[in-house]
Structure formats: structure tokens, C-alpha cells
């Protein structure tokens, strides 16, 4: 069964302003929760991860924010821009195999 | 190599036929993923690999399914009597960590079963 939602399933932002892609989880277990960028042809890359232990994560334009108790996190793309336009994952860890969302398709317009 | 390298790129078979996928991993990566990838469904985990091994193969979706590993690198996933609901991209992937923690993919065959 899907254990990570994802949502929304697309998404559409004007250059320079805020993505939000939401996934919710089920299996407490999961101990790392990363995001995948894919572009088309391409496989997923790995974008940001995070911990539980820690309630948000910054990398540059890309940000993750964890709500333990929720069993909810987030990612934040500020200054959109069109080369964000892609494909992306969240996902669960538990053990060694990730367990990912749905995906949504994301599209930056100029 | 520089990164995983899969191959064919594209496969177009008639159903009923076999087909096998082959997966290059990055050199010294010990861990080694093959997950499906269908329009809409995200990414399903199909089979993992710790060196030769498979401790894993809970995510093959039938016994027409099935992956080898050999020498620590190459990794092969047939499929016997292709049907079209096998339609889909399969997806590589492999890790220096066995703990999964950062996959690296390749670029996937896209297979359409005819």
C-alpha cells in the first residue's frame, strides 16, 4: 500500500514565486525522509533530506519542514524559477528501501 | 563509470516474449536498486541487491519476474512472457550505504510490451 501521499499531483507557480509539494506518512518507522528531482528521460536525484530529529532543513532556494507529530513534511521552493520545472518524490526510509509518494509534476512559468 | 548506466534505453516487445534489462552500477557501490516507474504511480521497489545477493525480492510483482547480480556490479532483470501491464520504466539504482540513504539513478528502460 502507498505509505507516502504526496500532494498535489500538479502544480503550476509564476517565476519567483513559492512551490509547495506536501507528503504525509504512515509507517513511524521511517527514519529519513529525502526528495527527488527528476527530469524528463532522466532518473530521480536526490535534493534535500531530512532527519526527524530536526523540525526544518535549508539548502540554497530548497527547504524541508518536518512536523513529527503530524507524521507531515513539506518542501518549499522559493524563487521558483524555470529550470525547477520537473518532476519530484518524497519519500520514506525505512531499513534500506525508500518508499515513495506519487510525484508531482511541477511547472515553473516565465 | 561516471554514473549507472542502463541498458537498452528503449525496448518495444511483443507480449509473450522475454525480455532482459541490464543495470551498470557506480564502481565500489555495493547496494544495488531496480524500482518500476508507471505513468502516475511513482516509483515501485521492485528488488534489492546487498553485493550478489537479494535479501529482498518482495517487490518482484510475479514469478515472471526475476534479478540477478553478478560479480558485485552488473545486475539483470528479465521478464518471462512480457504482458502489457509490464509496460513501464524500470528504474536502476545504486548506493555506496546499505542503508539506502542517497540512490543513485540511472535513467531507466522504458519498456512497452505491444
Known amino acids: 500500500q502507498q505509505q507516502v501521499k504526496q500532494s498535489p499531483q500538479s502544480l503550476i507557480v509564476q517565476k519567483g514565486g513559492i512551490s509547495i509539494i506536501n507528503c504525509a506518512y504512515e509507517n513511524t518507522a521511517f527514519d529519513y525522509f529525502p526528495w527527488y528531482q527528476q527530469f524528463p528521460g532522466k532518473g530521480p536525484a536526490l535534493l534535500i533530506a531530512i532527519r526527524p530529529d530536526v523540525s526544518e532543513k535549508k539548502e540554497g532556494r530548497f527547504t524541508i519542514s518536518f512536523n513529527k507529530s503530524a507524521k507531515q513534511f513539506s518542501l518549499h521552493i522559493m524563487d521558483s524559477q524555470p529550470g525547477d520545472s520537473a518532476t519530484y518524490f518524497c519519500a520514506g526510509l525505512t531499513g534500506y528501501a525508500l518508499n515513495f509518494g506519487k510525484g508531482t509534476s511541477l511547472l515553473v512559468t516565465p | 563509470g561516471a554514473g549507472v548506466s542502463q541498458s537498452p534505453s528503449n525496448k518495444v516487445t511483443e507480449k509473450g516474449k522475454d525480455v532482459e534489462l541490464r543495470c551498470d552500477p557506480i564502481?565500489?557501490?555495493?547496494?544495488l536498486y531496480w524500482y518500476r516507474q508507471s505513468l502516475g504511480q511513482g516509483l515501485e521497489f521492485l528488488i534489492y541487491f546487498q553485493g550478489n545477493s537479494a535479501p529482498d525480492k518482495s517487490g518482484l510483482p510475479s514469478d515472471r519476474f526475476s534479478a540477478e547480480r553478478t560479480g558485485g556490479s552488473v545486475s539483470t532483470l528479465t521478464i518471462q512472457r512480457t504482458q502489457q501491464e509490464d509496460s513501464a520504466v524500470y528504474l536502476c539504482?545504486?548506493?555506496?550505504?546499505?542503508?539506502?540513504?542517497?540512490?543513485?539513478f540511472g535513467s531507466g528502460t522504458q519498456l512497452s510490451v505491444l
Open positions: 564502481s565500489g557501490h555495493t547496494a
Open positions: 539504482a545504486s548506493s555506496l550505504s546499505l542503508q539506502g540513504e542517497k540512490l543513485f
